[in-house]
Nanobody, 126 residues
């Protein structure tokens, strides 16, 4: 069993910053490589890709609308993930989900991920 727990969401004014964290536990510790990503779902919309990172943090990919504003990174501890979000906009308002899978690459499709967190709410006011 794999558990993913997100934290760091909240309410922020437009132009502000938030840092999301994700901690993975359970079976992930037995995987030789863990790839992770962030997705989000806004009210009335489908869940979409935000950012992803490979197993050693050497390669990343971002959705176009967040490039230059968001930074995905991995912590020193295995199976920790961060998303630094700067210059936030009201359209960034969504529930943000952490996802994980065994693998070495950068994975940007939801179908690539097997394990998901419960999500953390990010609300950006104008």
């Amino acid at each position: 069993q794999v558990q993913l727990v997100e934290s760091g969401g909240g309410l922020v004014q437009a132009g502000g910053s938030l840092r999301l964290s994700c901690a993975a536990s359970g079976r992930t510790f037995s995987w030789p490589a863990v790839a992770m990503g962030w997705f989000r779902q806004a009210p009335g919309k489908e869940r979409e890709f935000v950012a992803a990172i490979n197993w050693i943090g050497s390669s990343t990919d971002y959705q176009g609308s967040v490039k230059g504003r968001f930074t995905i990174s991995r912590g020193n501890a295995k199976n920790t993930l961060y998303l630094q979000m700067n210059s936030l906009k009201p359209e960034d308002t969504a529930v943000y989900y952490c996802a994980a899978r065994a693998g070495t690459d950068v994975y940007i499709s939801q179908k690539d991920y097997l394990y998901w967190g419960q999500g953390t709410q990010v609300t950006v006011s104008s």
